[in-house]
């Protein structure tokens, strides 16, 4: 007998969040005028960066494998009465806006190589959608090269070590203050290059499907 669909269920929901953000009109990541609200984003890459070869060149006709999923939701969400509100904030903006100033801070990328979706959305799907995009995609910078979201720490909190992703990409100043690491450039651009061959996009890039049931 053939399951029930059923629409509530949180796949579905989920999966309507996500395809709504796919089928977004990508902007540049560079160039954002400023807006309100809380969501989900994917930013692309289209660059000569080596490791990134097979990503760059399937975006270059269309944003199609993104290299980093995010959301942007107001620390402490919303409480009491205000949950029937809007969320009031560049929320999403900012952090794509904090992203930017990353890339163009490393010293072998160029903002000019990066697009970006975004979709506001109510909090409460935020975290759903997210997740089932980056289980989707799996993004480089989601799970193989750590940090790029990361914020400065602060004085007195440079002894931790250096995101992975700034060994990569160096040239943002707090993260030279960090703890250097035993993983060099060459030994992260093989592991980057070989998760690439191995995590390639669906071709119906423009429709979330979840993962197979086990």
Request: contains cysteine.
């Amino acid at each position: 007998m053939p399951e029930q669909f059923n629409p509530l269920d949180k796949i579905n929901l989920g999966k309507s969040v996500a395809e709504a953000l796919l089928e977004a009109a990508p902007d540049s990541l560079g160039d954002i005028k400023q807006f309100d609200g809380a969501g989900i984003y994917a930013i692309y890459y289209n660059g000569g960066f080596p490791p990134y070869g097979a990503m760059a060149k399937r975006n270059a006709k269309g944003c199609h494998w993104p290299i980093y999923i995010g959301k942007a939701i107001p620390s402490g969400g919303r409480k009491g009465a205000a949950v029937f509100s809007a969320i009031s904030g560049r929320h999403v903006w900012g952090r794509l806006r904090e992203h930017a100033e990353s890339i163009r801070a490393a010293s072998n990328l160029d903002i000019e190589d990066f697009k970006c979706r975004y979709l506001i959305v109510d909090d409460i799907w935020i975290p759903l959608g997210e997740t089932l995009l980056i289980a989707h995609f799996k993004p480089v910078w989601n799970l193989a090269l750590d940090g790029f979201g990361n914020h400065d720490p602060g004085a007195g909190r440079y002894g931790g070590q250096r995101p992975v992703w700034d060994v990569l990409h160096p040239g943002r100043a707090w993260a030279a203050k960090c703890a250097t690491r035993s993983e060099t450039p060459v030994e992260l651009s093989t592991r980057i290059a070989d998760f690439l061959s191995k995590n390639p996009p669906a071709d119906s890039h423009m429709r979330f499907e979840p993962p197979a049931k086990t």
